[in-house]
């Protein structure tokens, strides 16, 4: 019998995840990555980027819809809307059900998870890069809000950890900048990790946007591929309202927008900014 193969994630010393690989689809250094793509019975496809795992056919639709639909539909009124990172399109497809959008700008850095997610996540984009809406640039995330001047409702940080590439879409400067591209009770939200095994990263953002929004804090969700408990995103906004519209406001605007989700609700969005303790001592301290 041959032994199995088995894909140890790298990102948490010594302590992690690992899969049973049915099949290697693809494998190879790209412009900013060690790209691997591979297929297991427990998650179905799966991505990894330096080691990292990215996301997998099984959940990606709860990270993809909670950071999605939380900051859309609390707004109510997004006309355009800004990616930065994304490349797998999971993002893109939320935001493009998103039927009264006029404008939808991505900007992600390497061009090969874009076409290797197209050949392998067909689902994940599902059609939504041939959006009319759609505004891609590739870039770096950085650069890009360094450069532009455009306004944007929503801006959407889709990102990997803060290593590499991705670790300038934590700055202060970016988050500057991001403020900046913000329009008036626009909303900015990010994937900012799991709190548990990276505490860290909630006091950095926290500190590094402070004198850039009124309301910075963060919702959380449980998403299984990325391990050690909920998941937090930040959420910053000059809108005070925009975190505590109600019930009935969430399920008129989801029902009006006719979206068809499979775990956003609007009960769970309102559930998702309730924070534990050790969350919020960590926000007040920083
Ligand atoms: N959901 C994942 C997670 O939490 O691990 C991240 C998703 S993955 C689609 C993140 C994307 O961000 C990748 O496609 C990567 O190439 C892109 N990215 C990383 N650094 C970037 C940068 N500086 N500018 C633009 N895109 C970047």
């Known amino acids: 019998m041959q032994d199995k193969v088995i894909y ?10 690992y899969f049973e690989v049915e099949h290697v689809l693809f494998e190879q250094r790209t412009e900013q990555w060690h790209l691997s793509i591979f297929e297991t019975k427990s998650l179905g496809r799966v991505m990894a980027l330096n080691g990292a795992i990215q996301t997998t056919e099984r959940d990606e639709f709860i990270y993809h ?29 939320e935001v493009a059900k998103h ?4 404008s939808i700008t991505m900007v992600e850095i390497d061009a090969s998870v874009i076409e290797m997610c197209q050949t392998y996540f067909p689902n ?8 009319p809406r759609l505004n891609l640039t590739i870039q770096d995330g950085l650069e890009f809000v360094r ?3 455009e306004q944007f409702d929503v801006i959407i940080s889709d990102c990997t950890d803060p ?7 934590f700055s202060s400067e ?22 548990f095994l990276q505490p860290d990263e909630i006091s950095n953002t926290v500190r590094r946007m402070h004198s850039y929004v009124t309301d910075c804090t963060f919702y959380m969700t449980a998403v299984p591929t990325y391990i050690g408990g909920n998941m937090a ?39 998702s900014f309730a924070l534990p303790a050790y969350i919020q001592q960590a926000v007040a301290s920083a």
């Not at 909670?66 to 797998?88: E, F, N, R, S």
């Not at 994940?124 to 959006?131: I, L, P, R, T, V």
């Not at 000059?238 to 979206?259: C, I």
């Open 174 to 195: 970016f988050y500057q900048n991001c403020q900046r591209l913000l329009a008036p009770n626009g909303i900015f939200v990010a994937q900012n990790g799991v709190p």
């Open 8 to 17: 140890y994630e790298t990102l948490h010393q010594g302590y992690g995840q």
């Open 147 to 149: 450069q532009c001047n």
């Open 124 to 131: 994940h984009s599902a059609g939504a890069f041939d959006d």
């Open 233 to 271: 995103f930040v959420w910053a906004t000059d809108n005070q309202m925009a975190k505590s519209v109600s019930l009935d406001e969430l399920q008129l605007r989801f029902t009006r927008a006719g979206l068809a989700t499979r775990f956003y609700t609007p009960a769970l969005h309102q559930a």
């Open 163 to 169: 290593v590499g590439p991705g670790e300038v879409l």
């Open 65 to 93: 819809e909670m950071l999605t639909h939380v900051p859309l539909l609390a707004h109510g009124q997004a006309k355009k809307v800004l990616i930065i990172g994304g490349g797998d399109g999971g993002i893109l497809r």
């Open 99 to 102: 039927r009264e959008l006029t």
